[in-house]
Each structure stands twice: as C-alpha cells, then as structure tokens.
C-alpha cells in the first residue's frame, strides 16, 4: 500500500493548531486564556507521549505490525516500521529457504558431508551419507569427537599428520567391505568439512586395469622370447641381402621385450605393498652402478662415483639396484659421447641420505619435468627410441623410491645437463659398520 511519506508534518501541525485553537477557545470563554492554552499544549505533550510509548512497546514486544490508517508523523514512523518488518521477515524467509535447500542438497550427496569443530574435531552437522557410510547415528553422535566414532589407526594418523592430502583406500567402518577415500577442506576459521567419498568401485577398475597389463605382459613374454629365440638362429651371413633385415628384426623384438619386461616390474610394484627390509651394501651398489654405466658407456662418457655418506640403506637390495640403474642407464644413453656422468652418495643436512646421478646432457625444458615420471611419457620419441628407452623407466624409479619413503627430486637446464635425486629419509639411512647380509 502507498503511502505519501513526504508530508507528514503538515498533519502533524495542522492536528498542533487545532488543539491549541480548541484550548485558546475554551480560554477565552471561561475567562481564563493563558489557562486555555497551557491545556491545549499539555494535552498535546501527552498525546505524544503516549504515541512514543505505544511504538516502544510494539518495539519491545516484537508484535506483528499493522499498517496504520491515521496520517501524520507517528502514523507514518508506525507504516515505515511495519515496510521494515516485513522486509525483514521476507528476507529470513529467503535466507531460511535457501539454508534448506542447502542442507537438502548436502543431504542428498552421495559422498558424507561432515562440519567439523576445528579446536576438538567435535561433530557439528552430517548429512544421511554419512549414516550410510561411516555408520553415524542421527542426533546421537551431534557434538561427539569425530575420532571416538571413528577409531582406525590411519584416520588418527591422518589427522595428526596435518590431513593436508586426501586420505585413499581406507576400509569402511562399517566393515562390509567397501573402500572410502576422506578429504578435509578448511571450511571457515572455526569449522572444518569433511568429505568421504565410497572409492570402491573407482579402485576395483584401477585393479582391473593392472590386472590386464600384466596379463597382456604376461601372455605376450612367451611368443615372444619364441621369436627371439628363431631371429637369434638366423645368421645374417648365410642370407647377405636380408642382413639388414635381420638386425633390424633383432633390435625391434629386443625393445619389445625390454617393454614388456619392464611393464611387468611395474605391474609387480603396482601390486606390492611393502617391499623387504634388507641391509643394502652400498659400497657394493655403487660399484655395481660403476660397472654397469662402463659397460653402456663403451669408454665414451668420464663417470665418477662419490661416497660420501659412507653409510647402508634398508630397503629391497633388486629393487633400489632397478631403480638407480635406471638412472644411469638414462644419463648415459641420453649424454652425447665425451660428457660426464656423476654418480653421488651424499647425506643430506635436513637428515638422511640422497643418490644422485648428474650429467652433462641435453637437459629437460620446465615443462616436460613435471610429466617425466608418467608412463610412456617422453621428451623426444625418436630420441628416446634411438637409445633404446621404453618410456617406462623413470616410472619404475619413482614406484621404487615411493615404497622406501623416499622423494624424487630432478633439477635440469636444457643445454647444460640434468641431475635425478632419490631422497631417502633418516629410518632408512644405517651405519655401514652394521652387519650386512646380502651384498649387492
Ligand atoms: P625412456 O625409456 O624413454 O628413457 P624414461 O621413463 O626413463 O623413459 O624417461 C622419460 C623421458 O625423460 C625420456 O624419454 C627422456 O626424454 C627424459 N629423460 C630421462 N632421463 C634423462 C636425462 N638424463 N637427460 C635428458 N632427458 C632425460
């Protein structure tokens, strides 16, 4: 309804004049006139009063509001408090409508949705996922630690460790098999949300997809090793004009077994937990390394092996040997004749030990570095091929390095050479006067 807000006071006054000309009359005619008009002005100071009592009180009370029918300055502070309350009411209307329909929409997520407390992980909200999902009870587990409800060692963990990563494959609580993955998000100063998302399906095609490769590596070694097998029979001298064929055959079914060989190593990585804790020797690794980068070199690169951490490593003695002859086998085949390769034992200030493998090769441009480790993924194709590589090495390198805790570090300058880091912490660092049973 319109109200003309403008002129309120012309009301007012007109309502001021009326009564004082009513109080100057009713003076006049009983004699008294300055009695008249002190009547007049204490009649309207009351009336005011009380209409200044009247909008406290439906202030104070928080009355529903009416629009007023009178005029003038009261009436319409009355209409612009009533305008303002029903602002008001639409717009807690809006914001209520919208909160539902959030917490309708958390509600109907798949993933559990938690608010967290982030001073004691106390439970301030979940959505009916999370009944499902992490066997939450509705009301009764509101304001409980989310670590007394879910007590698996690695949740623990997880979140004293600062829960910056998501947190995979971690079985249900509720114990029927399903696997989840959990992921913790800075929701506001006060609040964290935890998301738990059912990964089940999502690992069992991750599983299906390494169970293939290495059923296809498997299959594929047999006729293979047979074809080599008949290439190596066949002397390029008996039949002159296929002498290059031959070679070539040779060179091609060898890469091809170095691939599957090595999809192979990576499917049993893939597979593999936890790798054996030996004493690694490795005085006897390096010399190893030596030999192994002398007889790839052909004399034609200088190599230099430093030790100065002069300590073990615990670890998988064939693994960790796979891994750094890798390393140098890429140093070496990708350092043009005449370069250096640098192979270092080196311990670290920050606490453990580090194997490096420096040269002065091509180096990688910034933008390949971040993708080297990825399976197949090369720099140059027809470089790679021309040294022989299967662009699966340094894949093979990192899964090593990862189940020794250790860290990959690689720093390149295109032009002047790359050096690959393997970072191993302190636990796997031991004394070299320590007994060692399986030398390399
Ligand atoms: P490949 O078998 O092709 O060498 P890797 O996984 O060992 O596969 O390496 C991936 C890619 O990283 C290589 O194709 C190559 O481009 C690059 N690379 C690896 N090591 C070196 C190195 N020491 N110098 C230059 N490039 C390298």
């Not at 979140?159 to 990563?165: C, K, P, Q, T, V």
């Not at 079914?253 to 060989?261: A, D, F, G, I, P």
């Not at 597979?271 to 804790?277: D, G, Q, T």
């Amino acid at each position: 309804m319109a109200r003309d807000l403008r002129r309120p006071w012309q009301h007012t006054l007109l309502r001021l004049a009326v009564v004082l000309a009513a109080g100057m009359l009713v003076g006049l005619l009983i004699g008294q006139f300055w009695l008249g008009v002190t009547l007049a002005l204490l009649a309207i100071l009351v009336w005011h009063y009380v209409r200044l009592h009247r909008v406290l009180q439906r202030l104070h009370s928080r009355e529903r509001l009416h629009l007023p029918d009178g005029r003038g300055i009261w009436s319409d502070l009355d209409a612009l408090l009533f305008v303002r309350q029903r602002e008001g009411v639409r717009r807690k209307r809006r914001l209520l409508g919208a909160l539902r329909s959030f917490r309708q929409a958390a509600a109907a997520l798949p993933d559990a949705v938690l608010v967290l407390d982030r001073r004691d992980l106390g439970i301030q909200w979940f959505n009916e996922s999370a009944v499902r999902l992490l066997g939450l009870q509705p009301r009764q587990d509101i304001g409980v630690r989310f670590l007394n409800l879910v007590r698996a060692p690695r949740v623990h963990a997880w979140f004293e460790s600062g829960a910056a990563e998501p947190l995979i494959d971690l079985p249900s609580p509720q114990g029927d098999g399903s696997r989840l993955s959990m992921r913790l998000l800075e929701y506001t100063p006060e609040l964290y949300l935890l998301v738990a998302r059912d990964v089940s399906k999502l690992l069992q095609l991750e599983q299906m997809r390494q169970d293939f490769v290495a059923n296809v590596s498997h299959e594929l070694r047999t006729p293979l090793t047979v074809l080599h097998g008949y290439l190596d029979m066949l002397d390029p001298e008996d039949v002159p004009e296929w002498g290059g064929l031959l070679l070539e055959m040779r060179r091609q079914s060898l890469r091809m077994t170095q691939v599957v060989e090595d999809l192979l190593t990576l499917s049993r990585l893939d597979a593999c937990e936890r790798l054996p804790e030996d004493p690694v020797d490795m005085r006897a690794m390096l010399r190893t390394l030596a030999r192994d980068a002398d007889g790839l070199s052909n004399g034609g690169h200088t190599i230099r092996v430093v030790d100065e951490a002069k300590c073990d490593l615990l670890g998988s003695s064939k693994e960790l040997h796979s891994a750094f002859s890798n390393l140098v086998s890429n140093a070496i085949r990708y350092t043009p004749k005449g370069g250096e390769v640098r192979i270092a034992l080196q311990s670290r200030s920050e606490g453990g030990v580090s194997l490096c493998v420096q040269d002065t090769g091509p180096g990688i441009s910034a933008d390949h570095l971040p993708r080297i480790t990825e399976r197949f993924y090369r720099v140059s194709n027809s470089r790679s091929r021309e040294s022989g590589g299967t662009g699966l090495g340094l894949s093979i390198v990192k899964h090593v390095v990862q189940l020794h805790q250790g860290e990959l570090q690689v720093e390149s300058e295109v032009g002047k050479g790359s050096r690959f880091c393997v970072l191993f912490p302190p636990e796997r660092v031991l004394d070299r006067d320590a007994e060692i049973d399986n030398p390399a």
